[in-house]
């Protein structure tokens, strides 16, 4: 797999995001929710005098924050490096460019419980297991004509691309 230059605050998160994503890889298909905390004082000061980086709440074009934004690419990074078909398993790098699942995400809004001393992000992640299953939703109440997958073993039926416009796909 080609190794990329990371965010550098992501990587602060790729322990809690490794964590995370191994409990989502044990109810594939159920969400799993957890809660990031907003950046103390003494993280937005690492932040600044370590990454350059002096504003931790600035939004991007979507409205999220950079704090979660960071959080947020750490979890698919490891899901991305990390994620086998049927399990997680941190340390064992995979070889190919694909993830081998799908991975949703949920941002849910801020959360109060006893004993914080702040609101919370309430996130959630659901693993999306592939294969024959995955085949079956994607062509779920769609004609055969309009399927971009076909059931293992059959051929996918598909139109050649248009003459005038060979950059579409003739599906």
Avoid: C
């Avoid at 989502?24 to 350059?52: C, D, F, M």
Wanted: hydrophobic fraction near 35%; glycine fraction near 10%.
């Amino acid at each position: 797999m080609p190794r990329y230059t990371r965010d550098p605050l992501s990587e602060w998160f790729d322990g809690a995001a490794a964590g995370w994503v191994a409990r989502a890889y044990r109810k594939p298909g159920q969400w799993e929710i957890t809660y990031l905390a907003p950046p103390s004082q003494a993280r937005r000061l690492q932040a600044a005098v370590e990454l350059g980086i002096g504003n931790l709440d600035e939004r991007d074009r979507w409205g999220e924050r950079r704090w979660t934004r960071a959080f947020k690419r750490a979890v698919y990074h490891m899901h991305k490096e990390y994620g086998y078909a049927g399990e997680f398993r941190p340390g064992e790098p995979r070889v190919s460019d694909s993830a081998a699942t799908a991975l949703k995400w949920q941002t849910r809004g801020l959360v109060r419980k006893e004993g914080w001393p702040t609101r919370r992000l309430e996130l959630a992640i659901m693993i999306v297991p592939g294969g024959d299953a995955a085949l079956a939703a994607a062509g779920h109440g769609t004609p055969a004509a309009r399927r971009y997958t076909a059931p293992q073993g059959e051929r996918l039926r598909s139109k050649p691309a248009p003459p005038d416009r060979p950059w579409e796909p003739g599906f």
